[in-house]
């Protein structure tokens, strides 16, 4: 009997006995996702309805990520009754995975920090970066609620934030753009707060340093420090942070895991629930409205149910090979993201069931990555630090290495039909090697051997012999390097014109004049690392509102219905408009999406 029939014969039966057209409704989704799922306690007579009530509160929040948390959390202090279902055994999502930098124009960390940025500035800039993708009552919603979403979290959280001074917009040049940078990322954070709720947080993507205490804005320094004063210094601020946490018995928290765990503190604190090893089945829905949903708790079906509304924070789909390959550019897949393991779009699929229209599924917020064996490494300095280029596989130049990593990927994918740029590789030598921190490798320390067998890095004595290894023409990367090589020389990129931004020098090394951003590759041997179109996460999900409610196709509002995050369409568009503008928009966003369910309640 297959499960795919089982559930029209019985949204039939009850039909035809004469249940009301509500049961009816909130089976239909349900009940084929149920079945396909094939989890317990569904396929007999009952609907959706008929499940097992886990609970009936105000507001049920999908998703323990940034948004996720913060939606529960402005829902709790609103006064409403509030449940996190999450899909994972950990809480936090791809925001703890994070160096979790947070852009929110105007907040008042930066303020007091003295950084000269206005409402203005902010609009003009994000309308210039964003353009005619996405609506200007969005951008205004989140330009208008971010600052309050930061002092928000701060009165109802142990977090606190600190600026990222010198991480400049992406795009400075713009508009109301800010060469020093408008991004925020958590302060150092004691995990014993959470006591034994510490052990459910989802781990980072990359573990910081064994004793040391690093900050996102760190790592720009940490990358020098053999060769910069201000490097070392920062490394030995580092390691006397760690050292002072360990003599505190401290267990120190920074980036995504501060972020992650302030909030979880924040709702512990607020007595709101975190149902973790819960993942979404479907969404509940009473005569058009949502109203519930419907998950797996304990290995079985049940329904609990929202007074309220809904928030869908369940994160994007880029785990999803089926989504990928149907909404994506080939080639894609779901070995490249560092996104967390349980993003395959549940959410979204939920939402398009209950008829929410999707946007920007083709987009994501792509950046390079090398596919190392353990998992891909998000390339960020590396590509833009001086004395290595991006070339293709006929060994040409066709980006500015160190331009926002968004970017990088787009050009990879619109040129890739006629002049194949994926895989790209980074070329380096070994002067770039002693010289600078390579993920975790420190200057001049070798390679793990696995790098290398698994095709992701390559080395040899000449460039000719690098470009056999990498199957491109040698006279090609020969002459490639040559031309770079003079460019480097002169300081000025004619051909790219890297370095002509304020962005393009933040991962770089001041002590390389002209161009910080620029030097010649001359000293044997030579690397060549894969790059391929790596992500944080996709950005395209349900359309949403200024108020965060979930549309349809014709404009109209689903009832109950909220989205923020990677499972709503981004606020960004195609774009991405500085260090931080996942997380930013996504607290945000869920901050407004319990507002607007609280002011609706109280009405």
């Known amino acids: 009997m297959s499960t795919s029939a089982d559930p029209a014969r019985r949204i039939e039966s009850i039909s035809t006995a004469g249940a009301s057209r509500r049961r009816v409704l909130g089976a239909t989704g349900a009940g084929l996702a149920l079945a396909a799922a094939g989890l317990p306690g569904v396929g007999g007579p009952a609907d959706a309805a008929d499940l097992p009530l886990l609970g009936t509160y105000d507001v049920v929040v999908i998703?323990?990520?940034a948004a996720g948390m913060t939606a529960a959390l402005t829902a709790a202090k609103q006064g409403l009754s509030c449940v996190v279902v999450e899909k994972a055994a950990t809480f936090g999502g791809s925001a703890a995975r994070s160096g979790a930098g947070i852009w929110i124009p105007n907040n008042p960390v930066i303020l007091a920090a003295g950084v000269p940025d206005t409402p203005a500035k902010a609009?003009?800039?994000?309308?210039a970066v964003v353009g005619p993708d996405v609506s200007a009552d969005r951008q205004r919603a989140f330009l208008g609620h971010g600052p309050a979403m930061i002092s928000f979290v701060m009165a109802n959280s142990p977090l606190r934030f600190r600026w990222m001074e010198g991480y400049s917009d992406y795009y400075p040049e713009l508009s109301g753009g800010l060469p020093n940078g408008?991004?925020?990322?958590?302060?150092?954070?004691?995990?014993?707060?959470?006591?034994?709720?510490?052990a459910h947080l989802n781990p980072s993507y990359m573990a910081?340093?064994?004793g040391m205490v690093v900050f996102s804005a760190d790592y720009k320094w940490l990358t020098l420090s053999a060769v910069s004063v201000k490097g070392l210094a920062v490394a030995a601020e580092c390691l006397a942070r760690g050292t002072k946490a360990a003599l505190l018995g401290q267990k120190p928290l920074t980036m995504g895991q501060s972020l992650a765990a302030g909030l979880r503190a924040g709702l512990l604190a607020a007595q709101v629930p975190v149902?973790?090893?819960?993942?979404?089945?479907?969404?509940?829905?009473?005569?058009?409205?949502v109203t519930g949903a419907v998950v797996a708790r304990g290995g079985s079906a049940g329904l609990v149910r929202a007074r309220h509304g809904v928030v869908v924070g369940s994160g994007g789909f880029e785990h999803n090979a089926a989504m990928r390959d149907q909404y994506q550019r080939r080639p894609i897949g779901t070995a490249w993201t560092v996104g967390a393991k349980e993003n395959t779009g549940d959410g979204i699929r939920a939402g398009e069931r209950a008829?929410?229209?999707l946007d920007l599924m083709d987009d994501a917020w792509w950046g390079p990555a090398i596919p190392l064996p353990e998992q891909p490494y998000f390339c960020l300095a590396e590509r833009t630090l001086p004395g290595g280029l991006l070339v293709n596989a006929a060994g040409a130049r066709f980006v500015n290495e160190a331009a926002p990593y968004s970017d990088v990927v787009h050009t990879m994918y619109e040129r890739n039909p006629t002049a194949p740029d994926i895989p790209a590789w980074l070329i380096v030598d070994q002067n770039y090697r002693n010289r600078y921190l390579f993920k975790d490798i420190a200057p001049t320390l070798a390679f793990p051997g696995s790098w290398y067998d698994s095709g992701a890095a390559h080395k040899a004595w000449t460039l000719d012999a690098l470009a056999g290894r990498i199957g491109m023409p040698a006279a090609a990367?020969?002459?490639?390097?040559?031309?770079?090589?003079?460019?480097?020389l002169s300081g000025d990129d004619t051909d790219f014109r890297r370095g002509d931004s304020t962005y393009d020098h933040y991962y770089s090394d001041p002590a390389i004049v002209p161009n910080s951003s620029l030097a010649p590759l001359w000293l044997a041997p030579y690397y060549a690392f894969k790059i391929v179109p790596g992500d944080l996460g996709t950005k395209g999900g349900m359309r949403t509102d200024a108020r965060?409610?979930?549309?349809?196709?014709?404009?109209?509002?689903?009832?109950?219905?909220?989205?923020?995050?990677?499972?709503?369409?981004?606020?960004?568009?195609?774009?991405?408009?500085g260090a931080g503008s996942t997380i930013g928009p996504a607290m945000t966003f869920g901050y407004i999406a319990a507002l607007d369910i609280a002011a609706a309640a109280g009405s």
């Open 182 to 198: 408008r991004s925020i990322e958590p302060d150092q954070l004691d995990g014993n707060i959470l006591g034994a709720e510490l």
């Open 275 to 289: 149902w973790l090893n819960t993942p979404l089945t479907d969404l509940y829905r009473e005569d058009g409205t």
């Open 477 to 488: 990367l020969r002459a490639t390097v040559n031309r770079f090589n003079s460019l480097a």
């Open 123 to 127: 609009a003009a800039y994000l309308a």
């Open 355 to 357: 008829g929410a229209a």
């Open 208 to 210: 910081v340093p064994a």
């Open 548 to 577: 965060a409610r979930v549309l349809r196709a014709d404009g109209s509002v689903i009832p109950g219905l909220y989205a923020a995050g990677n499972a709503s369409a981004a606020v960004m568009g195609h774009s991405y408009a």
């Open 63 to 65: 998703g323990s990520g």
